[in-house]
């Protein structure tokens, strides 16, 4: 449970953080891309982890 728990934790500050670039630093995009890239990876590995 407590390892589900970090994982929607971690998503979620990275899908935030990346959200948040796009939003207010629109020329900061590749910076947002890497975040969202980022988020998908940790949760390939998290479901492969898993």
Known sequence: MATDLTAVLLSSVFLGVGFVIAKYFPEASLLAG?????????????????
């Open 34 to 50: 890497v975040f969202l890239v980022g988020l998908a990876v940790l949760n390939v590995a998290l479901a492969i982890a898993t």
